[in-house]
């Protein structure tokens, strides 16, 4: 019985495998879209709050000015290409990209490599310590990397299907 069912199983699951690899990155940009929404638009609806904070932050003086327009304006981005097919695999990038560095950020927060640092990302984490903080930045930065694996794998499936 199991010899029979197995190859017809394994079949179907190569049959539809661009199918599970576009739903899983789905999934995976989803969660994703949820943090850069919030995390993004709070920042620019408190605006004057998150350049006050940035202001505090250890790092070059230079590049907060920068910062403050740049960061809302990548994560509200990011979301957009998240949202369309043809752009995902970029904006899946991108994600595992932000939230490496957010990630590196938190745990020298959490470290104090620098002392104390306010946390200049919004509500969704003003109850976080830094510890808490540097946690979820590597659980979202692992949905990220693998959103953008699969995401990439259908798009190279795809590919190879039409070749053929």
């Given amino acids: 019985m199991m010899k029979t069912i197995t190859p017809h199983i394994t079949t179907h699951f190569n049959r539809h495998l661009t199918i599970y690899l576009d739903t899983l990155a789905i999934l995976c ?13 709070n920042k620019v609806l408190y605006h004057t709050v998150f350049s006050i904070q940035m202001g505090k932050q250890p790092l070059p003086i230079w590049s907060k000015p920068i910062l403050v327009y740049a960061l809302p304006t ?6 957009l290409l998240l949202c369309i097919t043809r752009t995902r695999v ?13 990630t590196i950020y938190a745990y020298l927060a959490y470290r104090e490599v620098y002392g104390y640092v306010i946390c200049a990302c919004g509500k ?18 692992l949905v990220a990397l693998a959103g953008f694996y699969f995401a990439y794998k259908s798009k190279t499936l795809k590919a190879t299907k039409k070749k053929e």
Avoid: C, P
């Fill in 29 to 41: 940009s989803a969660v994703l879209i949820y943090l850069f929404v919030q995390t993004g638009l």
């Fill in 74 to 79: 990548i994560e509200l981005s990011t979301v």
């Fill in 90 to 102: 970029w904006g899946l990038l991108i994600a595992t990209a932000l939230m490496f560095a957010y």
């Fill in 124 to 141: 969704v984490f003003e109850d976080m310590g830094w510890r808490e903080h540097f946690y979820f930045n590597a659980k979202h930065t």
